[in-house]
Nanobody, 123 residues
Framework: QIQMVESGGGQVQAGASLRLSCAASGFNFSSFTLGWFRQAPGGEREFVAAIRGNGGRTYYGDSVKGRFTISRDNAKNTVYLQMNSLKPEDTAVYYC????????????????WGQGTHVTVSS
């Protein structure tokens, strides 16, 4: 059974940092591209970051470049999102997702999803 479980969300003030984690099971984790997406209330799902399987190339959405860092620990089947210099506009539900092939920023191509973790950034 495929499972992805996010944790680490919370409520912080602008300028603070958070680290999200996503523990996965039920698939060949090291071969999968892992992505983070977010969805603000009333908004569409937005690409945040992704990291390829073997090789670990990383990709970021324009709004988080230079502030967020994605990483993975294949031994722990876990992907992380370090979020620094948080802004109120980062407030959203953050989801991790996995896919085996294809482009990284299209949510439709991801077949595995977590349930999401809430991040609230106050000014």
């Amino acid at each position: 059974q495929i499972q992805m479980v996010e944790s680490g969300g919370g409520q912080v003030q602008a300028g603070a940092s958070l680290r999200l984690s996503c523990a996965a099971s039920g698939f060949n984790f090291s071969s999968f591209t892992l992505g983070w997406f977010r969805q603000a209330p009333g908004g569409e799902r937005e690409f945040v970051a992704a990291i390829r399987g073997n090789g670990g190339r990383t990709y970021y959405g324009d709004s988080v470049k230079g502030r967020f860092t994605i990483s993975r620990d294949n031994a722990k089947n876990t992907v992380y999102l370090q979020m620094n210099s948080l802004k109120p506009e980062d407030t959203a539900v953050y989801y991790c997702a996995g896919r085996l092939y294809g482009g990284v920023d299209n949510s439709a191509g991801y077949g595995c999803w977590g349930q999401g973790t809430h991040v609230t950034v106050s000014s």
